[in-house]
């Protein structure tokens, strides 16, 4: 009899260091937490008045409808109005295109005006995009190209049907020694190699070296402040 109860005992006892060992259940796992995205992959609006102004006239165009094609960007894409105006009218104005480019926005800024007005109750047929410049003196290659990944995902959700031309981040600088064009050409290096770029509703393109001498030069012919275009740019 002892025996048998000493055998009892010892498989009890085993029973409870097995079950207290037992892996936790799934629902006992800690939760994981929601990735946080860099500060260029969050929507912020500027507090410039004179931001908010071009913002809401923007808006008002887009709401009169009769848009087929956008160009999104910061002040390379604004300068269209400016040094580009007789190439736009030659070109674009024909096409019902609409300038959302505003002067001095980085991804972050571009990404709050897409999710506030800039694509309300319009599906062009084309959206360009280039942005990330403005970043470049702040940020790391990899937080610009998450900015951008972000713009495209909203441009997906709330235009569809809109193809997307993502063009790599212009080339800055007297040359490829420059810091700032080092970062802009990793950043749009990563954004060329990402899932994103699908082929078909969303396309990358590189045109940086059409503005560039043989030797990675960049004219104050084509670009006065090595920065924006000039009308020959």
């Known amino acids: 009899m002892r025996r048998v109860r000493f055998v009892w005992m010892s498989l009890a006892i085993a029973l409870g260091v097995l079950m207290s060992s037992r892996p936790v259940a799934a629902q006992d796992a800690p939760v994981k937490q929601a990735r946080k995205l860099p500060p260029t992959a969050t929507a912020a609006p500027r507090n410039d008045p004179w931001w908010k102004q071009r913002q809401e006239s923007m808006n008002a165009r887009v709401a009169k409808g009769n848009v087929d094609l956008v160009l999104i960007g910061d002040s390379i894409t604004q300068g269209w109005e400016g040094g580009g105006k007789k190439a736009w009218d030659e070109f674009y104005a024909k096409r019902n295109a609409v300038n959302l480019g505003i002067g001095g926005d980085q991804t972050q800024h571009v990404l709050w005006r897409l999710q506030n007005g800039n694509l309300k109750g319009i599906s062009p047929k084309l959206a360009v995009l280039m942005i990330g410049t403005n970043n470049a ?83 104050k012919e084509i670009m006065p402040d090595l920065l924006h275009l000039s009308p020959k740019g």
């Open 137 to 219: 003196g702040g940020n790391r290659p990899e937080e610009i190209a998450a900015g951008i990944r972000a713009i495209i995902r909203t441009l997906r959700k709330n235009a569809p049907d809109t193809k997307i031309l993502v063009l790599a981040i212009f080339p800055r600088g007297p040359n490829n020694d420059d810091g700032l064009r080092k970062i802009n050409a990793e950043a749009s290096e990563l954004v060329a190699r990402s899932k994103r770029i699908d082929g078909k509703m969303v396309k990358f393109k590189d045109i940086g070296k059409k503005f560039l001498e043989p030797d990675g030069t960049l004219t």
